[in-house]
């Protein structure tokens, strides 16, 4: 486990073994305890498996009895005779157990692939759900794309140990040891040594030379990567390397870095035929061994050619997918730390944690006191600094200050994104450290600094706050919003997408879409960010009209960069450096001839509100 809120350092190459300890985290998904027949359908498969295995291997047995057979039968009898039907019978055997060995590998595919399919679909909606249990300084600290790309990885990477782990490598394993006991059961154990020996060594020799090329492969890709670097960033610059004549010089370091790629992949190409000069090696040796071993007994009397026909048979199909072996290895390594970066994100801890005896809070009324609150975002910043202020039910607080103070910072503490270092802040009386983060942010509506919205249309992202809402409850919301006029009139109406992040809308209009959207979800307490940009004078009054609507009979807590749009609020907090400079209202604060005053003439003099 990972202590709570460590952002995932990238993580280091783990041993195999620890490797195949996160391999083991899946069995849950094989295995799983509320789904009977998922468990019977990996049963199955791993009946087929081994049940395969052994047909496999036995089937040879039964084309060298036939040959032996042959040996016997007088040349002019034909197949006629009895000997001659249990020739047929025996080659029929083996065909038949050749083909009932594929019939099972086949229904192995056709019982376990909805379970495989559920493992990885489970994985990875638990993952998921997971990521968004984070806390949002995980989620700062981390690039959303880096956390999907863990997430497709580790799922796919489920697929491949299957169908190599599982299906192809492992099985294999399995038909040496059947092959090693088949051997020592009806010849001698001198057989069985040799072939696992053999098999064994092979094993050895490609994981380390694998290994070894893998420098190769990682120095080809490296140069690769320059290369492409380089090319791209010289056409980008594509202007200016003419008005420096430089294509010559673009051209020659183009080819300088597709040089060190071209000696890399030789390298690559080469060691490749090395390792597969040596594992052919390993692979005959053995096979010619054996097969001198059987000889030599054939020719003493204690063995027969059809012994030597049905080794060499066994051999070949042990072999055969020991071919793919140095590939399939790189691929299992990687799938292995594919999957063990996505285990360890589900390893980390939310920062945020309910409390284990944690309640739910019902009917808020929207009592909030801050009480001599600290809180920093990093280690060496204080951010807050011994905040108390309190906001009665139903009243309007406004914050001021200038930026940087901490303003949004108070929002943020209050939806309990953060814990606190010290003090306490309670909702109705209640700390929020004893309910849950689900009933506090029920009855919580944010209107951000910044409105994101989702990649979809507006009436999607309004409903987001209600998916139950009908099309009256959500127009109703929109004119409260002041934007409703604005959607009736666009061609599409509620169903204009509004592009990534919302881009497609202005400043203003996104914000009254947050608006709308937060009216609808109707929480108890309401937090405004008012945008920071200058918007112009209508639809900073529009605005204002529709942030008025939306402050009626709720506590609302107003974060302001205009203070001519609070003047009316119960109590205005002026905050400066993370610290409560002055608070009252308007007429006290003025009075004071402190920051606010100070703040007040300031903006009172700029052209923007004259
Ligand atoms: N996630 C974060 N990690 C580290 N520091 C942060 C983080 N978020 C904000 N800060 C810092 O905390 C301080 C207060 O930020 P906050 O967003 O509360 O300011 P603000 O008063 O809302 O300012 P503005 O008026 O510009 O919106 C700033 O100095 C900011 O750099
Ligand atoms: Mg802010």
């Given at each position: 486990?990972?202590?709570p809120?460590?952002?995932?350092?990238?993580?280091?190459?783990?041993?195999?073994?620890?490797?195949?300890?996160?391999f083991?985290?899946?069995?849950?998904?094989?295995?799983?305890?509320?789904?009977?027949?998922?468990?019977?359908?990996?049963?199955?498969?791993?009946?087929?498996?081994?049940?395969?295995?052994?047909?496999v291997?036995?089937a040879?047995?039964?084309?060298?009895?036939?040959?032996?057979?042959?040996?016997?039968?007088?040349?002019?009898?034909?197949?006629?005779?009895?000997l001659?039907?249990g020739?047929?019978?025996l080659?029929?055997?083996?065909?038949?157990?050749?083909?009932?060995?594929?019939?099972?590998?086949?229904?192995?595919?056709?019982?376990?692939?909805?379970?495989?399919?559920?493992?990885?679909?489970?994985?990875a909606t638990s993952?998921?759900?997971?990521l968004?249990k984070?806390?949002?300084?995980?989620?700062l600290?981390?690039?959303?794309?880096?956390?999907?790309r863990?997430?497709?990885?580790?799922?796919?990477?489920?697929?491949?140990?299957?169908?190599?782990?599982?299906?192809?490598?492992?099985?294999?394993?399995?038909?040496?040891?059947?092959?090693?006991?088949?051997?020592?059961?009806?010849y001698?154990?001198?057989?069985?040594?040799?072939?696992?020996?053999?098999?064994?060594?092979?094993?050895?020799?490609?994981?380390?030379?694998?290994?070894?090329?893998?420098?190769?492969?990682?120095?080809?890709?490296?140069?690769?990567?320059e290369?492409?670097?380089?090319a791209?960033?010289?056409?980008l610059?594509?202007e200016?390397?003419?008005?420096?004549?430089?294509?010559?010089?673009?051209?020659?370091?183009?080819?300088?870095?597709?040089?060190?790629?071209?000696?890399?992949?030789?390298?690559?190409?080469?060691?490749?035929?090395?390792?597969?000069?040596?594992?052919?090696?390993?692979m005959?040796?053995?096979?010619?061994?054996?097969?001198?071993?059987?000889a030599q007994?054939?020719?003493?009397?204690?063995?027969?050619?059809?012994?030597i026909?049905?080794?060499?048979?066994?051999?070949?199909?042990?072999?055969?997918?020991?071919?793919?072996?140095?590939?399939?290895?790189?691929?299992i390594?990687?799938a292995?730390?594919?999957?063990?970066?996505?285990?360890a994100?589900r390893?980390?801890?939310?920062e945020?944690?309910?409390?284990?005896?944690?309640?739910?809070?019902?009917?808020v009324?929207?009592?909030?006191?801050?009480?001599?609150?600290?809180?920093?975002?990093?280690?060496?910043?204080?951010?807050?600094?011994?905040?108390?202020f309190?906001?009665?039910p139903?009243?309007?607080?406004?914050v001021?200050?200038?930026?940087?103070a901490g303003?949004?910072?108070?929002?943020?503490?209050?939806?309990?994104?953060?814990?606190?270092?010290?003090?306490t802040?309670?909702v109705?009386?209640?700390?929020?450290?004893?309910?849950t983060?689900?009933?506090?942010?029920?009855?919580?509506?944010?209107?951000?600094?910044?409105?994101?919205?989702?990649?979809?249309?507006?009436?999607?992202?309004?409903?987001?706050?209600?998916p139950?809402?009908?099309?009256?409850?959500?127009?109703?919301?929109?004119?409260?919003a002041?934007?409703?006029?604005?959607?009736?009139?666009?061609?599409?109406?509620?169903?204009?997408?509004?592009?990534?992040?919302?881009?497609?809308?202005?400043?203003?209009?996104k914000q009254?879409?947050?608006?709308?959207?937060?009216?609808?979800?109707?929480?108890?307490?309401l937090?405004?960010?008012?945008?920071?940009?200058?918007?112009?004078?209508?639809?900073?009054?529009?605005?204002?009209?529709?942030?008025?609507?939306?402050?009626?009979?709720?506590?609302?807590?107003?974060?302001?960069h205009?203070?001519?749009?609070?003047t009316?609020?119960?109590?205005?907090?002026?905050?400066?450096?993370?610290?409560i400079?002055?608070?009252?209202?308007?007429?006290?604060?003025?009075?004071?001839?402190?920051?606010?005053?100070?703040?007040?003439?300031?903006?009172?003099?700029?052209?923007e509100?004259?």
């Open positions: 486990m990972m202590p809120g460590t952002p995932d350092q990238d993580i280091k190459e783990q041993s195999l073994r620890y490797q195949l300890k996160s083991w985290r899946l069995w849950p998904y094989l295995w799983p305890k509320d789904k009977p027949s998922y468990k019977i359908r990996t049963l199955l498969a791993m009946i087929f498996t081994i049940a395969g295995q052994f047909i291997v036995l040879p047995f039964f084309l060298g009895r036939a040959i032996d057979a042959m040996d016997l039968q007088v040349k002019d009898m034909g197949l006629g005779n009895a001659g039907i020739i047929i019978l080659i029929l055997a083996y065909g038949g157990f050749r083909l009932f060995s594929v019939v099972l590998s086949e229904g192995r595919e056709y019982v376990f692939a909805p379970v495989a399919q559920y493992a990885k679909r489970a994985v993952t998921f759900a997971h968004h984070l806390s949002l300084r995980y989620h600290e981390k690039r959303t794309g880096g956390l999907s863990i997430i497709e990885r580790g799922v796919r990477s489920i697929d491949f140990l299957f169908r190599f782990l599982l299906f192809n490598i492992g099985p294999t394993l399995l038909q040496l040891a059947i092959a090693g006991a088949a051997f020592w059961i009806a001698s154990w001198e057989f069985a040594l040799i072939a696992v020996a053999v098999v064994i060594t092979y094993i050895w020799f490609t994981v380390t030379t694998t290994e070894w090329r893998l420098k190769f492969r990682r120095d080809m890709n490296k140069k690769d990567t290369a492409n670097a380089k791209i960033d010289s056409l610059n594509y200016t390397v003419k008005y420096f004549n430089a294509e010559k010089f673009e051209t020659d370091r183009y080819d300088i870095a597709m040089e060190g790629y071209q000696k890399a992949a030789i390298l690559s190409r080469t060691s490749l035929a090395t390792v597969n000069i040596g594992q052919s090696f390993l005959n040796l053995g096979l010619v061994a054996l097969v001198l071993l059987a007994r054939v020719l003493g009397g204690s063995m027969t050619t059809g012994d026909f049905a080794i060499t048979m066994v051999m070949m199909q042990v072999y055969r997918p020991l071919n793919i072996l140095g590939f399939a290895y790189r691929e390594k990687q292995l730390t594919d999957m063990e970066k996505m285990f994100l390893d980390i801890r939310p945020v944690q309910d409390a284990p005896n944690a309640k739910d809070i019902y009917d009324k929207g009592a909030i006191k801050f009480d001599h609150v600290a809180f920093r975002y990093d280690e060496d910043r204080p951010i807050l600094k011994d905040i108390s309190d906001i009665q139903g009243q309007t607080v406004a001021v200050g200038p930026t940087g303003k949004s910072t108070l929002s943020r503490i209050l939806f309990r994104f953060y814990d606190i270092e010290g003090g802040v309670t109705d009386g209640h700390s929020l450290s004893d309910i983060q689900d009933s506090l942010r029920k009855s919580i509506g944010i209107v951000p600094q910044d409105t994101v919205l989702f990649n979809d249309t507006i009436g999607y992202n309004i409903l987001y706050a209600n139950n809402a009908t099309q009256d409850e959500i127009e109703a919301a929109a004119k409260a002041q934007i409703h006029d604005f959607i009736a009139g666009l061609p599409k109406g509620y169903e204009t997408m509004v592009g990534e992040r919302g881009l497609k809308l202005s400043g203003g209009e009254r879409v947050a608006i709308a959207r937060t009216l609808l979800k109707n929480p108890a307490i937090i405004l960010d008012e945008a920071t940009s200058a918007l112009d004078s209508v639809t900073e009054r529009d605005i204002q009209t529709a942030l008025d609507n939306a402050a009626k009979n709720r506590t609302t807590l107003v974060i302001a205009r203070l001519s749009t609070i009316g609020a119960d109590k205005i907090i002026v905050m400066e450096d993370g610290q400079a002055e608070q009252g209202t308007h007429e006290e604060l003025l009075k004071k001839r402190g920051l606010y005053e100070a703040l007040w003439e300031q903006q009172e003099k700029s052209p509100h004259a």
